[in-house]
């Protein structure tokens, strides 16, 4: 379909109330589809428009994480994160929160008393509780479920937990507290554990182990997100269906959370930030993509009964975090669908 028609049946389906057949429509047997949002795509029209006919569930990809809500204490900065939830009440649109607790992107003054001394745990979790509600009780009636504690788990070595600030402070236990707030805060919401690289053996079993350490104890863990930052030269499909298996023995609930398939070699926290010089995607590394990720849905279609979420990590290549040059969504940088989407969508 041409750029014109497709995005003027965009505008017609909106204005009224029909949906071409979508991405959500689709896939609403199977999952809900959902996307990461920046301000930009809430606020242009086309983009939003894009957004509302395509996908079912939304994440805004940096609004609600604790350093842009909460980035002194006492001072909550709301703006962005009530700009992507409003656009989502208004279109009836549920939304993934993301995240609470993280070592990226974090409230780094929580460590610290007026004079920089480090504060006790007991200190810090009390801010951490705080916080919590605060953004969990904003939000509640939008937001269905959360990412409580972000990437604990280490990418290798002998400890399974990433040595960060709060695990120093803390151990595992500061991802107990978390979602012991986040279900106090919110009783109705499905709490997660999100991580990268969930689909490594290694890091899968530390996820695994975690998990299940943290659900006899009484933590109230209801899901996995699987994040899915993946490469197209990468021919993953039975690592992900042998972690979704094994998953599902812990958790009825899975969601790919962050779900992108870039042109270069990097995965998952690997990243290469670097927004370097525009190259273009050659016909092979599109096909590859393709064939990715129509095998990646194949097995994610499979596993419906507990896969009940698959999320964009971000709405179109011109958005991706990933820079310019990886090419790694369904809607290219003009905010067309590129031949992945309609394989993707066409089963
Ligand atoms: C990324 C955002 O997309 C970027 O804009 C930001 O600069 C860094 O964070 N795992 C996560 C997401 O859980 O929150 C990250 O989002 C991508 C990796």
Request: charge should be positive; include cysteine; charged fraction near 30%.
């Amino acid at each position: 379909m041409g750029k014109r028609l497709f995005l003027a049946a965009i505008l017609m389906g909106c204005i009224m109330g029909m949906e071409a057949k979508s991405l959500k429509k689709a896939y609403r047997k199977y999952f809900d589809i959902g996307v990461a949002v920046n301000l930009r795509n809430v606020t242009d029209e086309m983009q939003g428009a894009l957004v509302c006919q395509e996908f079912n569930s939304v994440t805004a990809e940096n609004a609600m994480k604790p350093a842009s809500t909460h980035p002194r204490e006492g001072v909550y900065t709301w703006e962005g994160a009530d700009r992507i939830a409003n656009f989502c009440r208004q279109n009836n649109i549920k939304m993934r929160g993301h995240c609470l607790v993280w070592h990226n992107q974090f409230c780094n003054w929580m460590f610290t008393d007026n004079e920089g001394n480090p504060v006790s745990k007991e200190v810090f979790y009390e801010r951490m509780r705080e916080h919590i509600h605060a953004v969990v009780n904003r939000y509640k009636d939008v937001v269905y479920c959360w990412d409580v504690v972000n990437e604990a788990i280490a990418d290798g070595g002998p400890n399974p937990y990433r040595n960060s600030r709060l695990y120093k402070l803390c151990g595992d236990e500061f991802i107990a507290k978390a979602f012991q707030f986040a279900r106090e805060a919110d009783p109705k919401a499905l709490l997660f554990y999100n991580d990268y690289n969930a689909i490594i053996p290694h890091k899968r079993d530390n996820i695994y182990n975690m998990v299940k350490k943290m659900k006899e104890a009484g933590v109230p863990i209801d899901g996995i997100g699987m994040q899915g930052h993946y490469n197209v030269h990468w021919d993953n499909l039975k690592e992900v269906d042998e972690a979704i298996r094994k998953y599902s023995e812990l958790v009825d609930v899975i969601h790919i959370t962050e779900l992108d398939i870039r042109a270069n070699k990097d995965m998952g926290g690997n990243l290469d930030f670097k927004k370097k010089a525009e190259q273009a995607i050659t016909d092979e590394i599109k096909q590859k993509q393709e064939e990715r990720y129509v095998g990646l849905f194949r097995v994610l279609r499979k596993h419906k009964k507990v896969v009940k979420s698959v999320t964009f990590w971000n709405l179109s290549d011109r958005d991706s975090w990933l820079g310019t040059h990886n090419y790694p969504l369904l809607f290219d940088k003009e905010y067309q669908p590129k031949e992945a989407y309609y394989k993707v969508k066409d089963f």
